[in-house]
């Protein structure tokens, strides 16, 4: 009995290792491709520090130290890329979230970030479902938005669907979603919230409903509250 028991603890202390050893192992090695495959996609350099197979909160792979752009434009800490498993024997993988961390983009950035998300002509070989970022700072050069969190959803030719972007104090939230043309309708919600330009007013409400595109900005409802009154 006790050489029994010894065998079944020896297999299954093999069978941890065997199914943890892998996410410990850095997988560097695979950096230029994927280097390389995010560049080909996005039109911009791309450079990663290292990489790492993660089986928390969900299989994927974990990229440190992430830049984009010749001047490193736009910078991360990490990016945790959680994969729906079983795709991976199919031709369409499936990523099921792409959570990035600590995001730092600088103003002139922002303008190209839309063709950074726009589908690649072909058959697609993955779909993207989601992109959360958290603790993203804005660079602007008049404003200070504070730090930032998003959610964006992606569609099955991944292109944009839809965001929800909010400030980490929970002062505010902007919902943004895909208009007719190339218009995106806003919706921002704010409370307890000061304006990041301009007077210095403090809203104890505020809920604005608009259009935008590369050229104006229509506001088609605001309601607001200031002082309790």
Same mark, same amino acid.
């Given at each position: 009995?006790?050489?029994?028991?010894?065998?079944?603890?020896?297999?299954?202390?093999?069978?941890?290792? !065997?199914?943890?050893?892998?996410?410990?192992?850095?997988?560097?090695?695979? @950096?230029?491709?994927?280097?390389?495959?995010?560049?080909?996609?996005?039109?911009?350099?791309?450079?990663?520090?290292?990489?790492?197979? !993660?089986?928390?909160?969900?299989?994927?792979? +974990?990229?440190?130290?992430?830049?984009?752009?010749?001047?490193?434009?736009?910078?991360?800490?990490?990016?945790? +890329?959680?994969?729906?498993?079983?795709?991976?024997?199919?031709?369409?993988? +499936? @990523?099921?979230?792409? &959570?990035?961390?600590?995001?730092?983009?600088?103003?002139? &950035?922002?303008?190209?970030?839309?063709?950074?998300?726009?589908?690649?002509?072909?058959?697609?070989?993955?779909?993207?479902?989601? @992109?959360?970022?958290?603790? &993203?700072?804005?660079?602007?050069?008049?404003?200070?938005?504070?730090?930032?969190?998003? #959610?964006?959803?992606?569609?099955?030719?991944?292109?944009?669907?839809?965001?929800?972007?909010?400030?980490?104090?929970?002062?505010?939230?902007?919902? +943004?979603?895909?208009?007719?043309?190339?218009?995106?309708?806003? #919706?921002?919600?704010?409370?307890?919230?000061?304006?990041?330009?301009?007077?210095?007013?403090?809203?104890?409400?505020?809920?604005?409903?608009?259009?935008?595109?590369?050229?104006?900005?229509?506001?088609?409802?605001?309601?607001?509250?200031?002082?309790?009154?």
């Amino acid at each position: 009995m006790k050489w029994t028991k010894r065998l079944l603890y020896t297999a299954a202390i093999i069978g941890v290792l !065997a199914i943890v050893l892998p996410f410990l192992i850095p997988l560097d090695f695979l @950096v230029p491709r994927i280097e390389k495959a995010a560049s080909d996609k996005i039109q911009e350099p791309v450079a990663i520090q290292s990489m790492r197979l !993660a089986l928390l909160p969900a299989p994927g792979v +974990v990229l440190k130290g992430i830049s984009v752009g010749k001047f490193q434009d736009a910078k991360a800490e990490s990016i945790a +890329v959680a994969v729906d498993v079983f795709s991976l024997f199919a031709p369409i993988k +499936v @990523v099921n979230s792409i &959570t990035i961390e600590s995001l730092n983009i600088n103003q002139d &950035t922002l303008g190209r970030l839309p063709d950074w998300f726009k589908p690649s002509p072909g058959p697609q070989q993955a779909l993207i479902k989601r @992109v959360a970022l958290r603790k &993203t700072i804005l660079n602007l050069k008049a404003v200070n938005l504070g730090a930032l969190n998003a #959610d964006i959803e992606l569609g099955q030719d991944g292109g944009f669907q839809h965001a929800e972007i909010e400030a980490e104090n929970k002062s505010m939230k902007l919902s +943004v979603t895909p208009a007719e043309g190339k218009n995106y309708a806003l #919706d921002f919600e704010a409370k307890n919230w000061k304006p990041p330009a301009g007077p210095a007013i403090q809203f104890d409400s505020l809920h604005a409903v608009a259009r935008v595109n590369a050229e104006m900005l229509n506001l088609n409802d605001i309601n607001a509250a200031l002082y309790g009154g």
